[in-house]
């Protein structure tokens, strides 16, 4: 549907073309009242169907005292309701990650954002969410994701505790989620 095409939703279809099994088509529901679909994934071989709820971030240039803190990498922001969680239909979230990066090879200092994914079950999700998170007084989770590209990390940074592994997604990280989305697709 042309008028409910959101940006985020338009380049995680294009990352995932070029990430999942040749059997695999993406399809956008014409149903502009889908609140909690915004991809369709199909095994055209299996028949086996997927849906997808995708969630874009805020990208934010790191300060020198986070990089010394949090390592290489940047912060992210997503804010969703606790509720468009809970009561999901979708069978996995992902989380499209605008990263700020600045490669060492560049003298001028140029910096670049470049796009990461957490690609997570639904129930996965909402596991996490009840071990870790906190709830803002809006009612919504608010996602501080910091990425290190470099060391192929992604963690929640402002709710997670020390040692506390529920605020990792590095499981869900771009090739290991496309792997286990690709086995359920099959």
Known sequence: NFWSLNTDEAVVTGILRSNLNKDVEVFMPLNSQMKDVDLALVNVKSKKTLTIQIKGSKAYKPTKSEINKHGQGSNTFISV???????????????LLHIIEQFDKDENGRLYIEPYTVIIPTKELI???????????????????????????????RDLKIQDQYGYYNEFLDEKGFEKLNNNLK
């Open 81 to 95: 309701k606790k509720e468009a969680i809970k009561n999901s239909t979708a069978d996995y979230f992902i989380f």
């Open 127 to 157: 596991n996490k969410l009840e071990n870790y998170k906190n709830v803002s007084s809006s009612g919504a989770y608010r996602f501080y994701f910091w990425v290190n590209p470099r060391k192929s990390e992604v963690f929640e940074w």
